[in-house]
């Protein structure tokens, strides 16, 4: 803090402010020039966005679609309809006979699972189904991870037998039948070999880092370790569910070392619900809490202390079936473990998120199944569409009762040729047609007409109009702003002056006309007005070279800088006419600039410009030493730093100065002081 001004009486602050003002105005004047580059440089990406927006456009009318758009249309829609694309020729096909349509196998079981008060919400160890249900016991295990080595084979853990029908295997989500008993070398594409605990695949089938997913039942026991933490010494929930009651126990140990390990059993309570009372093996009259045997959950009646030991070892009710089916994709097949406490609903949606090409659905009015596959049409040879394996859905869902019908092709003649096709709708050249009923000759013949669609191709060559128009109007907006001398950037003083409205106002006035009469912009009106009216070299016997002949023309008025406007009706004629001709004037790929199509000519031309917006004023991902604009605000910041130096070191000087005068000053007045003291004195004397 410097205070002055005592001795002299001068406002020194106020002075050396205004004194640094005026030696700081080639600073203004610097960061003036920094701001009008960075306004500059924001113009020039703002031209170059509406040349990314048009050079989309570009790439959709260098595309053959555009041009090629088709309609169809069919002489008896009730029986037949079609769709074509681009790739479809102008032609027309007789459907004189659809004998048969496709349809998927299907599989309706043998009645009702059970009675009317069966929920298919709750668990299935609950229900009674009408022809039973067995359930084994084990314990079920998981694991998913990624293959380490190509051709790698996967060890299940277990310290009981394997069920060989209960191991679910999935290689990238893709489901595999396990099989026994044969060499690895004649596994089929959807099959894994199961050795001892050991799953093989075919080889070449696992890749380093695919997933494997194996799910799978023993007879051995779950066995769930773990220290308890804060959050579950009140209660905690096992990995397995549909836990078997008189096979549970659970150890607790507790936390200090000099803690000996109590086991626990379970023991029904007289409102059971599937809550069984957690009682001291050998001491039934000590309960400290209960499980839920559906859920797994153990709730005890004290908490225990945190970091107890907590052991259960207990089996699981469970059961499991198989499902494949033959696909366009070859054949599927999927095993699937459902454990006690799953219910019908979880299971029918197990089924049909598998992917194995098959689903289920199951009717809650009549209490009955049916399944079919997700495909029309006939895949296997030997009519096997739909295979079902296990008790569970041969014998408790009933579908071992009935027999399956199988899938069918659609059969029809078309310009005379008798086919078939698994599904009712197929391509055929392009066009897409859908089978909706059977008919026959005496009903008459169902003609499909492909023409072209001309209304989409002149909708889309006047979007592409509508582009360049824009384009064009902001680029002569841009050159032809009028540069205000008498408006700079505003300096930090003048914006606290101003209002925020005065200083939008200011700023807009500043803006203008950065890009007045530039050389850049310029050559891009120039070089895409010569890409449109030079006339292109088509192929030979072509109608059109010129836009001109085709409708579209400069407007009249010179105002609007070049716009084009078109003759709609001359263009749909031209359309009509002759496609092929207004395809070939848009994009023609001739090797030389006269062969080249108006629309290649623009998309090189755009491509050059942007490429000089970029070299000159940059992308935002750019760093300013990649763009001359950057460079020179890099260079500008650098004399703007240094200015800023060289002003400290004035006002410093200017400090001394002034202070050095002060201090005279302050010794001519003691000076003085002493002196009419002095001469006070001897007047008294």
């Known amino acids: 803090m410097r ?7 001068m406002d020194i602050e106020q002075m050396v402010k205004d004194l640094m003002r005026a030696e700081s105005m080639p600073l203004q004047r610097l960061e003036q020039q920094k701001k009008a580059l960075e306004w500059k440089r924001d113009d020039y990406r703002s031209m170059n966005t509406l040349l990314l927006d048009f050079r989309n456009k570009l790439a959709e009318m260098t595309r053959p679609s555009t041009y090629r758009a088709r309609q169809t249309s069919s002489t008896n829609e009730a029986f037949i309809s079609a769709i074509a694309n681009s790739a479809a020729s102008q032609s027309s096909f007789e459907i004189s006979e659809v004998s048969q349509l496709a349809k998927s196998a299907s599989w309706i079981n043998g009645g009702a699972v059970a009675d009317k008060d069966f929920d298919a919400s709750k668990s299935l160890i609950n229900q009674n189904f009408t022809e039973g249900m067995e359930w084994k016991q084990g314990a079920i295990h998981s694991s998913s991870q990624l293959a380490t080595a190509n051709n790698q084979s996967f060890t299940l853990e277990t310290d009981g037998n394997i069920d060989v029908d209960s191991v679910n295997v999935r290689l990238n989500g893709k489901g595999y039948e396990v099989v026994t008993g044969i060499d690895s070398s004649e596994l089929k594409s959807n099959q894994v070999l199961l050795e001892g605990n050991e799953i093989k695949f075919a ?21 769930d370790k773990r220290t308890l933490t804060a959050d579950e010494t009140t209660s905690i929930n096992l990995s397995g569910q549909s836990i078997v009651a008189d096979d549970f126990s659970l150890t607790i140990t507790p936390a200090n070392e000099d803690g000996e390990p109590t086991t626990y059993k379970l023991l029904a309570s007289s409102e059971n619900d599937g809550v069984y009372q957690l009682v001291e093996d050998g001491n039934e009259s000590n309960v400290i809490g209960n499980v839920n045997v559906s859920t797994g959950r153990v709730t005890f009646q004290e908490p225990l202390a945190k970091e107890t030991t907590i052991e259960a070892n207990y089996q699981q009710n469970y059961a499991s079936f198989g499902i494949g089916a033959n696909t366009s994709k070859g054949e599927t097949y999927q095993n699937f473990i459902i454990r006690g406490s799953d219910s019908l609903n979880q299971v029918v949606s197990r089924v049909n998120n598998a992917d194995v090409g098959v689903s289920l659905t199951f009717d809650s009015f009549t209490n009955q199944l049916s399944m079919r596959r997700t495909e029309t049409g006939i895949f296997a040879d030997n009519g096997e569409d739909i295979r079902l394996k296990g008790a569970f859905l041969n014998e408790t869902l009933r579908f071992g009762e009935t027999n399956m019908q199988a899938g069918q092709n659609a059969k029809f003649t078309i310009n005379g040729l008798s086919t078939e096709r698994t599904t009712n709708n197929f391509q055929m050249d392009g066009v897409t047609f859908q089978l909706k009923q059977t008919f026959t000759e005496t009903d008459g013949a169902v003609t499909v007409n492909v023409t072209n669609d001309s209304e989409a191709v002149f909708d889309r060559i006047k979007e592409f109009v509508d582009t360049y128009n824009t384009l064009i109007e902001a680029i002569n907006t841009k050159i032809n702003e009028p540069f205000h001398r008498d408006y700079e950037a505003p300096t930090e003083e003048e914006r606290e002056s101003l209002s925020d409205k005065q200083l939008e106002e200011w700023e807009e006035m500043a803006k203008s ?16 007005r010569r890409d449109f009216y030079s006339p292109v070299s088509g192929a030979e016997g072509s109608a059109f070279s010129q836009l001109v002949q085709i409708g579209i023309t400069t407007t009249r008025d010179y105002m609007d800088g070049g716009k084009l406007e078109i003759d709609e009706a001359k263009l749909k004629q031209a359309i009509e006419e002759d496609p092929t001709a207004v395809e070939n004037l848009f994009r023609g790929d001739g090797t030389s600039y006269e062969g080249q199509g108006i629309a290649r000519r623009l998309t090189d031309s755009v491509n050059q410009s942007m490429d000089r917006i970029y070299e000159r004023a940059g992308r935002a991902s750019y760093t300013d030493n990649q763009f001359t604009i950057g460079r020179n605000l890099s260079d500008m910041e650098k004399r703007i ?9 004035v006002e410093q000087r200017y400090w001394k100065q002034f202070t050095a005068m002060e201090t005279a000053m302050q010794q001519a007045n003691n000076q003085m002081a002493y002196m009419m003291q002095q001469f006070g004195g001897m007047g008294m004397a």
Do not use: C, W
Not at 203 to 223: C, F, P
Not at 513 to 528: A, E
């Open 513 to 528: 006309g950065l890009l007045r009469r530039d050389p850049l912009l310029q050559d891009v009106l120039t070089q895409m």
């Open 203 to 223: 080889d070449g089938a696992v890749k380093e880092r695919d997933s494997v997913h194996i799910e799978y039942a023993s007879t051995g026991r779950n066995q």
């Open 641 to 649: 730093e240094a200015f800023q130096r060289r002003l400290d070191q």
């Open 3 to 9: 205070i002055t001004g005592l001795a002299s009486g």
